[in-house]
């Protein structure tokens, strides 16, 4: 960094993204075209990459040590230590669209949902299934069951609510 900025040395952001292409064909020919760099930080050596698809993101994780390879070999001085694989965006969007705009969320409906009471069939199946499921034959087990769940809701209220969040 200290040589960068004193100009020492030319940063090699421009290079290596202007090279990408043949970078990308070096290590994995096979990602040729639906990938792009999106950008390269100089100070701390990463190079952002944007699939156009999941499953090329993928390819990209399996493959980074060899694309690093690939760039520090093809474009010298660049020293690209990590690579980020951003979202997938589509190849045809220009840079800053495919960066700066989100995914499209799915939109609501306009229409309200209306619930429909159950066929006829589908309610005599639920009552004979009610029916048809016990209660438990011993009653010392059910007392015992109801005794185990009022002692365990007690010790959920005692607990203060932190412990309970995930982290």
């Known amino acids: 960094m200290m040589m960068t900025e004193r100009g020492l040395v030319a940063p090699a952001a421009g290079t290596l993204l202007d090279q990408w292409e043949t970078i990308l064909t070096a290590a994995a020919p096979e990602l040729a075209g639906h990938v792009r760099a999106v950008g390269f930080d100089t100070d701390t050596g990463r190079l952002d990459v944007a699939p156009e698809a999941p499953a090329y993101g993928t390819k990209l994780r399996w493959i980074t040590p060899k694309l690093i390879a690939a760039a520090n070999e093809q474009v010298q001085g660049a020293n690209v230590r990590a690579v ?73 209220r005692r607990v203060p609510r932190a412990r309970h969040r995930r982290r």
């Open 84 to 156: 980020h694989v951003l979202a997938p965006a589509p190849t045809k969007a220009g840079l800053a669209t495919a960066v700066a705009d989100p995914a499209p969320q799915p939109t609501v409906p306009a229409v309200t949902v209306v619930r429909r009471t159950p066929p006829e069939g589908y309610r005599r199946a639920i009552e004979a299934h009610r029916q048809a499921a016990r209660p438990l034959a011993d009653p010392g087990i059910a007392e015992a069951v109801e005794r185990q769940t009022a002692a365990m809701r007690e010790l959920s």
